[in-house]
């Protein structure tokens, strides 16, 4: 091109694609506002036609490879979160080894809001979206996350999920369920016989899996948690300490409340505190997650050490796998450590 040239615009690649400007747009952009990209086809036609005239969607573009950047969209529920802050730290360390950028999202735990950003994806053109939002039994809600991921999938990103999940894409998990199982018959050893437990919504899969793990490990030495003892809120320091309300005219015949993370037991105890009640003399209150941060004010906390930062370290390996045609694992398990009063117990 001429420096006396004009840039193409996308009038130009339409016309050199045969197609209307509105399909080009959706082809180039990968499909916005709830409307689909087209077939494959007409897709590799738009994007020939681009490359031909020189025409980039935008200045952004020029940093694109092979037509994606070299970005991985990194999606979480709060990023005030404990956990989610600990995982953001992970992904953004292991990214800067690789080269690629973070663009962290977040949901809010809004349902509605997550289906929102996945459809917002298709224009940004990542080269990977890993999802670490709390999946749930509300099977309408996963089916539209599946299909919304697939179409991601489908124009290219390389999906991976965060978490106990049914929707299809490669996953980086931890086993829940058993750790919650060994912290709760570690504490039923040490002598503790009357427990409640707090816990997230009754629908996210990670709060069953805690819940269900506490309550099996108990069972195996004898003890069970009636169902008004098991209190679910919201997974935060706020639901934990809300959740002490519920639990108020019964504390007095309690030894342990177990919270299934870290932050809600800070809100179980700064409740407990302002009742008067002392932790761990009178109640012993437990963790889930063993986030760093929480090391100095919670010493020999009871909790599990779920590697969080890991999470995103090893989400992003099984994403730049997918980008170089290897064939990964499609599940990559990692350890969590049940800490029982600041003493390490067993890996699983």
């Known amino acids: 091109m001429s420096k006396s040239a004009k840039p193409a615009t996308l009038a130009d690649v339409a016309r050199l694609a045969g197609v209307s400007v509105p399909a080009a747009s959706r082809a180039l952009n990968g499909g916005v506002r709830g409307k689909q990209s087209g077939s494959p086809e007409l897709r590799s036609r738009v994007e020939e036609a681009a490359r031909t005239l020189g025409y980039s969607v935008s200045p952004a573009a020029q940093a694109i490879k092979g037509g994606r950047a070299r970005t991985v969209a990194f999606i979480v529920g709060d990023i005030d979160d404990f956990g989610s802050a600990t995982m953001i730290a992970g992904i953004m360390h292991a990214a800067e080894e690789h080269g690629v950028s973070v663009a962290v999202r977040t949901t809010r735990d809004d349902s509605a809001r997550e289906i929102e950003l996945l459809a917002q994806l298709r224009g940004e053109r990542h080269l990977a979206v890993v999802m670490a939002t709390s999946r749930t039994t509300d099977a309408a ?132 505190r302002e009742l008067g009640v002392s932790t761990p003399a009178d109640i012993e209150v437990t963790g889930f997650d063993h986030v760093p941060m929480l090391g100095d004010v919670l010493p020999g906390f009871s909790t599990v050490e779920v590697p969080l930062e890991h999470f995103g370290g090893a989400a992003l390996e099984l994403a730049l796998a997918l980008d170089n045609g290897a064939v990964p694992a499609e599940t990559i398990a990692l350890s969590a450590t049940p800490i029982l009063h600041g003493t390490p117990l067993v890996t699983v």
């Open 141 to 272: 809600r996963e089916a539209a996350v599946k299909e919304q991921l697939k179409v991601l999938s489908d124009h290219g990103a390389r999906i991976v999920v965060i978490g106990d999940n049914d929707l299809g894409f490669p996953t980086v998990t931890v086993d829940n369920r058993h750790a919650a199982r060994l912290l709760a018959e570690g504490l039923a050893d040490a002598g503790k016989r009357r427990f409640a437990m707090v816990s997230g919504p009754d629908i996210e899969l990670t709060a069953l899996e805690r819940v269900g793990g506490f309550a099996e490990g108990l069972a195996a030495r004898g003890i069970e948690v009636a169902e008004r003892d098991i209190v679910h809120t919201e997974f935060s320091r706020d639901g934990g300490y809300r959740a002490v309300e519920q639990l108020r005219d019964r504390l007095a015949e309690l030894d342990v409340i177990a919270a299934m993370s870290d932050a809600m037991a800070v809100g179980v105890i700064a409740r407990l």
